[in-house]
């Protein structure tokens, strides 16, 4: 049976859609944390879709497999994905489940300061914000996404960190704050 979220995906998104809305391992609604940075930097070029299904959700494996090759073919150096990463995994070892994304969805490196058309994300983002059940922690990194939050309302439930950009933050300061979310799970 097609979830609520899997429904409303398939009106906000193109198909194809050469962009990232989000990450995840299986259904969103199984998600307590939402993780929100900029935009991704890494060009995949592949169609969002072929990573989806309907009644499955996220094929979060097979992203990742395609996203380390792109990323070591591309030789850069990724202090971001890093820093998610160390963020991400304790967490989803520790059995939650966590949602990756982004105030703009098309893939382009540069950051606020890229010429590059950006393309918003927010019907996506105020979807998942409302619409998950499970959710307990929402992270915004960097300004931009910082700013978007501050627009938001959140349930009294939902607690928001309001952090830098990953790129400059110090692994000390990563760890610590994936023990404040394991702890307020």
């Known amino acids: 049976m097609t979830s609520l979220i899997s429904a409303q995906l398939h009106t906000m998104l193109p198909?194809?859609?050469?962009?990232?809305?989000?990450?995840?391992?299986?259904l969103p609604e199984n998600c307590a944390v939402i993780v929100i940075g900029e935009n991704p930097a890494l060009k995949l070029g592949v169609d969002w879709w072929t990573f989806w299904d309907d009644d499955s959700g996220?094929?979060?494996?097979?992203?990742?497999?395609?996203?380390?090759?792109?990323?070591?073919?591309?030789?850069?150096?990724r202090p971001t994905r890093d820093a998610l990463d160390r963020l991400l995994n304790p967490l989803r070892e520790a059995g939650l489940g966590c949602l990756d994304t982004n105030v703009f969805r098309n893939e382009y490196t540069g950051g606020h300061k890229g010429g590059r058309r950006k393309i918003k994300n927010d019907d996506v983002l105020q979807t998942l914000l409302a619409e998950l059940p499970q959710l307990r922690t929402v992270i915004a990194y960097g300004k931009c996404a910082k700013?978007?939050?501050?627009g938001q309302s959140l349930?009294?439930?939902v607690e928001c960190f309001r952090e830098d950009h990953f790129r400059n933050v110090a692994h000390k300061k990563?760890?610590?704050l994936a023990r404040k979310i394991l702890h307020h799970q």
């Open 147 to 150: 700013n978007f939050m501050s």
């Open 174 to 176: 990563i760890d610590r």
């Open 15 to 26: 198909k194809p859609c050469f962009d990232r809305p989000f990450v995840c391992d299986g």
């Open 155 to 157: 349930p009294p439930h």
């Open 58 to 77: 996220f094929d979060l494996r097979r992203f990742e497999k395609l996203f380390k090759e792109k990323r070591v073919a591309s030789g850069k150096r």
